[in-house]
C-alpha cells in the first residue's frame, strides 16, 4: 500500500472526533434496521434467524477492513436470500454453509479480474428504478407488522416518526431513530401494552459464533451440486452490493474502489461461511440510514457489526423486549428517504424511453422482489433502446459525379452489428456506374460484423464490374479491416 492509499485508509478509518461519534451513532441506529430485516429473510432462506445474525456480525466485522466503499452496511439480506432458498430445501444447511464459502471464491475472483467494469453499462435510469424499487419493498416489507393488530401499534408507530422527523429540529446530537428505539421501549416497558416486539420476530442467538468447516463430503459431486447455487449468490450478491455502493457514492458525493469492495464481499462472504453464515450483500436501506445519520467512514461500519453482536448476546434481554412498532416507524422513513421524488417529476422532462427503462426496473423489481431480475430487464431494455439510437444516427449521403462518373457514398455515424445490415442496404450494388467511392471519414467500424458488412458490399460491386475505392478509415477502423478483410487492402486509402 503506497503513501497516498495509506493517507486515505486512515481517513476513512479516523476522520477526527466528531466524526468517530458521528459513526458510531449512525452504526447503532444500522444495527437496529438491520435486525428485523435479516430475521425476515432468514425465514425466506428456511434457516434459523440465528444463522443470519452471525452471517451479517461477521460480515460487518471483515467487510469494514476489505470493503472498498466506506459507510456501506452489508449483511445477510436482499436476493441472495432467495437463492439459498432453493439450495436449503434440496440439500439442507450443510451445503449453503460450503456453497457460501465458494460463492465468496468466485466473487474474490471477479474482483481480481476487474469485472465491477460490467456496471458501467447500468444506465442511470436503471440505478433511480432500483433505488425507487428498494424504497417501495422496504416499505411493503413492513406492512404485516402493520396487519391484525391494535391501535396501539399504529399509535407507537405514529410517535416513532414524530421523533424520527420533529426533534432534528432541536438537535442532532444523537441520532433521532436511536432516540425512537430508546422512548418508545421504555413507554412499552413502563406502561405494559398489546405490542409485538423483536422477540416474537424469532429466538435470538444464546452464545458467541464459532468457526468450523461445512459438514459436506469433499468430492466433486458434492462441488457440482453447490457450483449453480455459489455462482448465483455471488453474482446477485456483487450485483446488489454495486448497486448499493453506487448510491452511496452519489449520495456522498464521493468515489469508492469497487474492485476491493467485490474482493472485499468475498472475503466477507467465506468468513461468514465458515462462522456457520449464509452468504450477505449491501444493504441499501440500512446503508441509506446510514448515510442519512451522518455515517461516512468504515467506523460506522464496523460498529454495525460489533453492535449487531452486543445487541444479540450481552443486551440480548434488553433488545427483545425493543417493540416492532419503533423498527417499522425507522424502516419507513428509511424507505421515503430512499426513494427518489425528483424521478416522479422528471418522468415528464426526460426522454420517453429513460422512463420506460426506469419503471420497468421498479415493476419487475417489485412484481419478483427480485433485485437482480429488475436490474436484468432494465439493462436490457437500456441496451435495446441504445442500439436502436445508434442505428438511427448512422446515415449514408450518395452522390453521383458525372465527370468521371463515380458513384459517392459518404458514410457517417457508427456502424456495429445493429446498424451493419442498414448499412448495406444503402448501397446499389447492381449501379450502372464505372466507379464507386466509400468515404468512411465520419464513420467508425466497431466489430467484425461491421467489417463483414463492408467486404461483402465491395465485393458485390466488384464483381459487378465496378472499381472501388475506401477512402477515410480512421486507424481503429483501419487496424479492423487489416485483421478480419484482409482481402480489401489493394483498395483501402
Known amino acids: 500500500m503506497n503513501t497516498q492509499s495509506l493517507s486515505r485508509y486512515r481517513a476513512e478509518w479516523f476522520g477526527g472526533a466528531h466524526a468517530a461519534r458521528r459513526d458510531i451513532l449512525a452504526g ?42 466506506p459507510a456501506m452496511i452489508s449483511g445477510a439480506a436482499g436476493s441472495v436470500a432467495l437463492v439459498a432458498a432453493a439450495l436449503v430445501h434440496a440439500y439442507g444447511l450443510q451445503y449453503l454453509l460450503a456453497a457460501t464459502v465458494l460463492a465468496g471464491l468466485f466473487q474474490i475472483a471477479f474482483g481480481l479480474a476487474r469485472l465491477h467494469v460490467l456496471m458501467r453499462f447500468v444506465s442511470r435510469s436503471v440505478r433511480t428504478g432500483f433505488v425507487n424499487a428498494l424504497a417501495i419493498l422496504i416499505f411493503s416489507a413492513q406492512v404485516p407488522q402493520m396487519l391484525g393488530v391494535t391501535w396501539h401499534t399504529y399509535a407507537m408507530i405514529g ?29 412499552s416497558i413502563a406502561f405494559p401494552m398489546p405490542l409485538r416486539v423483536v422477540a416474537d420476530l424469532g ?14 463430503p469433499l468430492s466433486w459431486a458434492m462441488l457440482a451440486t453447490i457450483a449453480p447455487y455459489a ?8 450485483l446488489e452490493s454495486m448497486m448499493t455502493a453506487r448510491v452511496v457514492d452519489d449520495l456522498t458525493e464521493s468515489t469508492s474502489c469497487k474492485a476491493r469492495e467485490c474482493t472485499g464481499l468475498g472475503l466477507a462472504n467465506m468468513a ?26 468504515r467506523l460506522s461500519t464496523l460498529v454495525a457489526g460489533m453492535f449487531l453482536l452486543i445487541v444479540m448476546v450481552p443486551l440480548r434481554p434488553w433488545v427483545a423486549q425493543v ?3 419503533a423498527l417499522v416507524a425507522i424502516m419507513i422513513m428509511v424507505s421515503a428517504s430512499t426513494f427518489s421524488w425528483r424521478s416522479l417529476r422528471d418522468l415528464g422532462r426526460h426522454p420517453k424511453v429513460s422512463g420506460v427503462v426506469m419503471l420497468a426496473t421498479v415493476v419487475v423489481t417489485v412484481a419478483t422482489h427480485d433485485l437482480s431480475m429488475g436490474v436484468a430487464v432494465g439493462v436490457l431494455l437500456s441496451e435495446v433502446f441504445f442500439a436502436f439510437k445508434v442505428t438511427r444516427l448512422m446515415d449514408v449521403q450518395v452522390e453521383y459525379q458525372a465527370d468521371t462518373d463515380t458513384r459517392l457514398y459518404r458514410v457517417s455515424g457508427q456502424v456495429f452489428f445493429a446498424s451493419a445490415e442498414i448499412f448495406a442496404e444503402r448501397f446499389e450494388l447492381r449501379d450502372t456506374a464505372r466507379k464507386a467511392t466509400i468515404d468512411l471519414t465520419g464513420a467508425h467500424l466497431w466489430d467484425i460484423t461491421a467489417v463483414g458488412a463492408l467486404e461483402d458490399v465491395v465485393s458485390a460491386m466488384r464483381r459487378h464490374g465496378m472499381s472501388v475505392e475506401v477512402l477515410g478509415l480512421n486507424q481503429a477502423s483501419a487496424i479492423l479491416v487489416d485483421r478480419h478483410a ?7 486509402v
Open 28 to 69: 447503532m441506529v444500522g444495527t437496529f434496521a438491520l435486525i428485523p430485516e435479516v430475521i425476515a429473510f432468514s425465514f425466506v432462506a428456511g434457516i434459523d434467524p440465528e444463522v443470519g445474525l452471525f452471517a451479517s456480525f461477521v460480515i460487518g466485522i471483515v467487510i469494514a477492513f476489505a470493503g472498498g466503499r
Open 486 to 492: 484482409p482481402l480489401m487492402r489493394d483498395f483501402a
Open 323 to 325: 417493540p416492532v412498532a
Open 203 to 216: 429466538a435470538l442467538p444464546r452464545g458467541l459464533p464459532w468457526p468450523a468447516w461445512p459438514q459436506v
Open 231 to 238: 455462482l448465483a449468490m455471488a453474482a446477485v450478491g456483487l
Open 159 to 187: 410517535l416513532g416518526l414524530g421523533i424520527i422527523y420533529l426533534l432534528p429540529r432541536w438537535t442532532n446530537a444523537i441520532p433521532s431513530p436511536l432516540i425512537c428505539i430508546v422512548v418508545l421501549t421504555a413507554i
Open 272 to 297: 461468514a461461511g465458515l462462522f456457520g453464515g449464509i452468504a450477505g450483500c449491501g444493504m441499501i436501506g440500512q446503508t441509506v440510514g446510514n448515510v442519512r445519520y451522518g455515517g461516512r467512514g
